[in-house]
T-cell receptor
Framework: GAVVSQHPSRVICKSGTSVKIECRSLDFQATTMFWYRQFPKKSLMLMATSNEGSKATYEQGVEKDKFLINHASLTLSTLTVTSAHPEDSSFYIC??????????FGQGTRLTVV | EDQVTQSPEALRLQEGESSSLNCSYTVSGLRGLFWYRQDPGKGPEFLFTLYSAGEEKEKERLKATLTKKESFLHITAPKPEDSATYLCAGHSYGQNFVFGPGTRLSVLP
């Protein structure tokens, strides 16, 4: 069965609005979750590491104020794309790592900003 | 800087035509080399983890091998349902996963 649940799978929003994406670890408690962005025919680009109970760690070039990450519990992390623009349209994927070994991925969220 | 590359970028095979995908890595202190399958519009699906040179793992028509510098994903007698993008990733102690760009495999009936 699925280890990671990501919701929604698809979302269309208007420019200027905010969109929240949820990532749930179903099998185990996760102190760390990862958020990736994937462009068409490209590999996964790590955006940030979500840490339960503390601030997320963002990769270089990723705007903290645009991509808000909240990891309020050991099983839930959320990514909020604020003031969305068409260039934010992409495929966003979350990941959970068990004891820093295997990485399990959510089914991804296709965001389209119109 | 840790880096993972994959070749070829895309591969088209006839059903039953065996081949191999390559993953080359320069990851200091490699803890594990991972293979994933990704279907369009879906998240990556875990296939294998290899931990040391010489290790091999098999699953149905797939076999993954690892050397000190690269990993191969061998596909034996592929079927159309094996069509997908195959990603490899290196993981070192205390570091995040570093993904390769992937190989897009198309298996024609």
């Amino acid at each position: 069965g699925a280890v990671v649940s990501q919701h929604p799978s698809r979302v269309i929003c208007k420019s200027g609005t905010s969109v929240k994406i949820e990532c749930r670890s179903l099998d185990f408690q996760a102190t760390t979750m990862f958020w990736y962005r994937q462009f068409p025919k490209k590999s996964l680009m790590l955006m940030a590491t979500s840490n339960e109970g503390s601030k997320a760690t963002y990769e270089q070039g990723v705007e903290k104020d645009k991509f808000l990450i909240n990891h309020a519990s050991l099983t839930l992390s959320t990514l909020t794309v604020t003031s969305a623009h068409p260039e934010d349209s992409s495929f966003y994927i979350c990941s959970v790592s068990r004891q820093n070994t295997e990485a399990f991925f959510g089914q991804g969220t296709r965001l389209t900003v119109v | 800087e840790d880096q993972v590359t994959q070749s070829p970028e895309a591969l088209r095979l006839q059903e039953g035509e065996s081949s191999s995908l390559n993953c080359s890595y320069t990851v200091s202190g490699l803890r594990g080399l991972f293979w994933y399958r990704q279907d369009p519009g879906k998240g990556p699906e875990f296939l294998f983890t290899l931990y040391s040179a010489g290790e091999e793992k098999e699953k149905e028509r797939l076999k993954a091998t690892l050397t000190k510098k690269e990993s191969f994903l061998h596909i034996t007698a592929p079927k159309p349902e094996d069509s997908a993008t195959y990603l490899c990733a290196g993981h070192s102690y205390g570091q995040n996963f570093v993904f390769g760009p992937g190989t897009r495999l198309s298996v024609l009936p």
